[in-house]
């Protein structure tokens, strides 16, 4: 009897964890979707496409060096000014070193590296960001963005 129950406990830790291991595996992957989707709508000069990503809500958070914006708008309203306004361009933008691991059932932490390739002034900034994503009944959208730019 005891040797059943032992056995027992085994199999449910075991199942627990492999339902564990692919539950992490999904958000994984259907965060990595939405950041997919946002590279290449950038890449398309796509905006509004890019902020489809975002939440949109005026509780959306992005800080950005010194600058706050704070609200869906403040923030499409940041990348126009910077990337869209005459004289500047969106450049190439890839993303890489992606780490994406859950908080919760409906939420995740993202950190990774970004690299704008910009063609005009030949530059390649390039930083580090954090993410933090919540699950909603449309998706996973990001609702606090931290990016930092590498000096030189």
């Known amino acids: 009897m005891r040797a059943r129950f032992v056995v027992s406990a085994i199999l449910v830790l075991l199942c627990s964890r492999v339902a564990g291991e692919a539950s992490q595996a999904k958000l994984q992957a259907e965060v990595g979707q939405v950041l997919e989707q946002q590279q290449r709508s950038w890449n398309r000069r796509d905006l509004e496409g890019f902020m489809a990503g975002y939440w949109n809500s005026p509780e959306l958070t992005l800080f950005s060096g010194a600058e706050v914006a704070t609200g869906w708008q403040a923030t499409i309203e940041r990348y126009r000014s910077k990337y869209q306004a005459a004289n500047s361009e969106m450049g190439r933008l890839e993303f890489s070193d992606l780490h994406i691991e859950a908080l919760s059932r409906d939420a995740a932490w993202v950190g990774g590296s ?39």
């Open 114 to 152: 970004w690299r704008l390739s910009l063609s005009r002034s030949r530059t390649t900034p390039h930083g580090l960001f954090t993410l933090i994503f919540r699950k909603f009944p449309e998706g996973w959208k990001i609702v606090h963005h931290h990016t930092s730019v590498a000096p030189g």
